[in-house]
């Protein structure tokens, strides 16, 4: 197992190397003066020449990749030219907002769709089925920020029943030591902030579990209409067992397999989705750091970020790989062989 | 001798409508889709009032027989907007569905087929293109090449690159053995000629569904740029721009909002379904 974990660390390496060249030659091929484009045409040559130097453009090329991933593999990205904090400090503070909004959305999409996969394979094309079918539907072709918009305008400001934008109202406080307002304010035992953090996120969490709850709908009917149609579930029916323990725990602990691949590849469509669920909520998040950052053309902190996300991603998916391992034993059991 | 074969691929052709038009998920699939392209086409003629003149006297009105879907802040009829933005939308998917399946088709087929170092160069190259969130990765190119309609389209063009990369080297590693692709090697066919007219053919069906699927999804996700201010700018008659300029009219004006996210969810269902559609019918078995 752990042979299997190291292996597959190490077939990492390449990948993220492999981003850090696209995401710093990237921004070096763009036509023109990097400093100029950064500044605009008003910049005197002084602040050019001191933003050249800052952004070590001064350099070689490879001394310059040098330099960015010697510092990238201790999280060092250098200042922002936007907020003039450190790149680690900006994205160390939305980071856990971005975590926070996807783990619960997360729950919720596995929470809703798991159960209405199962129901809507065992009633095969009943009317439970096609209606969930038409949901899964459009779940799937929905554009996260319209719904998020709608969601607001409906639930926020017609029925007035939540709050729509920020993480806590005005005037709490919360201490902060993991980032995550849930999380904090349970540490804390400050149920107040608790209980209004959690008004916050309602909405956005929603939002943001819509597409994930439609594709692991869809997966799960798939797995387990695959799985209710084998043997040993004949027998389990055969030997008088009831519908609950068959589906629940003889089908679906097989059927979980597929749902848990679809699941850690939701993670990447889940961050894109959060950068557009937070905009719509106003969340200080990664998504919203990011366009802020893209539209003032800070550099350093879009390289961090790209960078970050996709070290994020990429270890999710290795823990998915570990999980199926968990999950599955006969993969385990193939994988030895070949190791 | 070549008419038979013609022959053949008309029957072929004509059975795999029938099929699609035989399930209703496909007959919707298809009408949603032509019924877009209908838009796109004659929009202009069905709508009256420019998409971008502002009449600031008819600011924010709610819908009504002379606005069917309201105004805008700028007066500007928002049916006629969203008229136009079908035709941005169905633009949008070409070209950056396009630009997806000509290289991500060249790509898998040239590492499917040269399954040696360059095949490896490839694929390790679509690894490091899917470590990138979606997104993210759609954002970066966007941050390099700068905001706007044009670059938006190039950026998620490049984000499903790989999907079909992928698709098209499975299915020619799965072809290039099979005897007729060897005889025809033996025959002295070039490599280029066994690519595309030998094994591409038998490749057309997954990647026929695929450009269906990707074509919705590139019009969800270029609007996704639109709306976050990096894809096609204001004026522009685009739904996520509309929207994007909408929000701040959430409450006074909730159609603006309405409408252009309407258009796209029901464009993006029609090319689903339409691919779900084709995907049945090109392939009964599974």
């Known amino acids: 197992m752990l042979n299997f974990i ?14 850090s060249l696209i995401v710093f030659f990237g921004m070096h091929v763009i036509p023109g003066d990097v400093a100029q484009m950064i500044l605009g045409d008003k910049a005197t040559p002084q602040t050019l020449a001191h933003l050249r130097e800052q952004l070590g453009l001064n350099q070689s090329i490879l001394v310059q990749y040098w330099e960015f991933i010697s510092h990238a593999v201790i999280g060092d990205f250098g200042t922002s ?61 929905m554009p996260v920020f319209w719904i998020g918009l709608i969601l607001m305008m409906l639930v926020g400001v017609r029925w007035d029943l939540l709050p729509i934008s920020g993480l806590l109202s005005d005037g709490l406080a919360l201490r902060r030591i993991t ?18 953090t959690g008004r916050h996120l309602v909405l956005s969490t929603l939002t943001l579990a819509t597409i994930p709850t439609a594709v692991i709908a869809r997966i799960t009917r798939m797995a387990m209409l695959d799985v209710l149609q084998q043997d040993y579930i004949r027998t389990a029916w055969a030997k008088g067992l009831r519908y609950y323990p068959i589906t629940y725990y003889h089908a679906l602990k097989n059927a979980l397999i597929p749902v848990v691949t679809v699941t850690g590849l939701q993670f990447g469509a889940l961050l894109g989705g959060a950068i557009l669920t937070e905009t719509v909520f106003g969340l200080p998040g990664l998504g919203r750091l990011a366009v802020n950052s893209i539209l003032y053309r800070d550099y350093p902190e879009v390289q961090g970020i790209v960078m970050m996300s996709s070290a994020v991603f990429v270890l999710v998916n290795l823990v998915v790989d570990v999980l199926y391992a968990v999950v599955d034993p006969r993969i385990r059991l193939d994988r030895e062989i070949e190791a | 001798m070549s008419e038979t ?13 029938k099929r699609l038009l035989g399930s209703a998920n496909g007959r919707l699939g298809l009408f949603i889709t032509l019924l877009v392209i209908l838009f796109a086409l004659a929009g202009p003629s069905l709508t009256s009032y420019d998409p971008i003149q502002q009449s600031m006297m008819d600011g924010l009105q709610a819908p009504s027989a002379a606005h069917w879907f309201g105004t805008d802040e700028f007066g500007r009829d928002i049916l006629s907007r969203m008229l136009y933005g079908t035709r941005v939308a169905l633009q949008v998917g070409i070209i950056a569905d396009g630009i997806s399946l000509v290289i991500g088709v060249l790509l898998g087929l ?8 360059l095949g490896t160069l490839i694929m390790r190259l679509m690894d490091v293109l899917l470590a990138f969130p979606y997104l993210l990765l759609a954002m970066m190119i966007v941050a390099i090449l700068g905001p706007g309609l044009r670059n938006a389209m190039i950026a998620i063009g490049v984000v499903y690159i790989p999907q079909y990369t992928r ?56 609007a996704g740029l639109g709306f976050l201010g990096l894809g096609a700018q204001p004026p522009a008659p685009e739904w996520g721009a509309m929207l994007s300029t909408g929000r701040s009219f959430i409450l006074q004006a909730p159609w603006i909002c309405t409408f252009p996210g309407l258009g796209i969810l029901v464009s993006v269902i029609g090319f689903n379904l339409l691919g779900d559609g084709l995907r049945d019918a090109l392939d009964p078995k599974s």
């Not at chain 2, 072809?175 to 490749?203: P, Q």
Request: glycine share 8%; net charge positive.
């Open chain 2, 167 to 222: 698709l098209v080297r499975g299915s020619v590693l799965a072809t290039r053995e099979l005897e007729y692709v060897v005889a025809a090697e033996i025959s002295g066919a070039s490599h280029w000629r066994i690519m595309t007219r030998h094994i591409l053919r038998n490749c057309y069906s997954p990647i026929i569904v695929q450009a269906s699927l990707t074509f919705g999804s590139a019009i969800v996700q270029t």
């Open chain 1, 179 to 196: 980032g995550m307002t849930v999380v904090d304010s349970l540490l804390t035992h400050n149920m107040e902030a608790f209980w209004d």
């Open chain 1, 81 to 141: 030219l936007r907020t003039q904090n450190p790149v680690w400090q900006d994205i160390w503070i939305a980071f856990p907002v971005t975590v926070q909004l996807s783990i619960l959305s997360l729950l919720v999409a596995l929470a809703v769709g798991i159960p209405i996969g199962v129901r809507a394979a065992v009633k095969q094309n009943g009317w439970f089925d096609n209606l969930a079918m038409v949901g899964v539907l459009v779940g799937i072709s």
């Open chain 2, 110 to 117: 040239v590492a499917g087929y040269f399954d040696g170092w």
């Open chain 1, 6 to 19: 190291v292996r597959r660390l190490f077939h990492a390496i390449p990948v993220l190397l492999g981003v």
């Open chain 2, 5 to 17: 074969r013609a022959a053949g691929r008309e029957t072929e052709r004509h059975l795999v409508l």
